[in-house]
């Protein structure tokens, strides 16, 4: 199968407190009415702990330092009818930040217990790895996706 050789590079954190995952509904653009971590896309010339320490803030009012991100995956995501939906995320953990999650025009966080998350609800592949990261596992993954991202033609994930 050819794919794009072009893959965007974003990021995705997700805020951890002992047993509780801060997710957030995303309320427009890319992945609307989905919960999610938060992250984006990387700007030019900036790294992905910065994107990520930027779009946290952006997205949910909190402020986090690089040192305090935790990397638990790296996974590659193929859109067969968009390629130019390619990319290649950057999985974060932060157990430690500042501020509380706050709602903005972009997203709503909310804490969910890590038994209680409502994949139904997220994008289709997260099923497949986050349950992986969240019991500690760092994860490399692909998800190949059919249309705009509904469901999934194929997938590998490994532990790493």
Not at 59 to 83: C, H, M, Q, S, W
Not at 151 to 159: A, G, N, Q
Request: glycine residues 8%.
């Amino acid at each position: 199968m050819l794919q794009s050789s072009y893959m965007r590079k974003v990021t995705l954190c997700f805020l951890i407190d002992k047993n509780k995952v801060c997710l957030a509904m995303k309320k427009r653009g890319f992945g609307v009415g989905k919960w999610n971590g938060v992250g984006g896309k990387t700007k030019e010339g900036e790294g992905v702990k910065e994107a990520a320490i930027r779009e946290m803030g952006e997205e949910i009012g909190v402020r986090a330092k690089t040192e305090d991100l935790e990397e638990v995956g790296n996974i590659k995501f193929y859109f067969n009818e968009k390629p130019d939906w390619n990319q290649q995320m950057h999985i974060f953990f932060v157990k430690k930040w500042k501020d509380e999650p706050q709602e903005s025009e972009e997203m709503l966080p909310k804490w969910y217990p890590k038994d209680q998350i409502p994949y139904t609800e997220m994008w289709v592949d997260d099923e497949y790895w986050l349950p992986k990261a969240l019991a500690g596992k760092k994860i490399e993954a692909e998800f190949y996706f059919k249309g705009d991202g509904e469901d999934l033609e194929k997938y590998e994930v490994r532990e790493i």
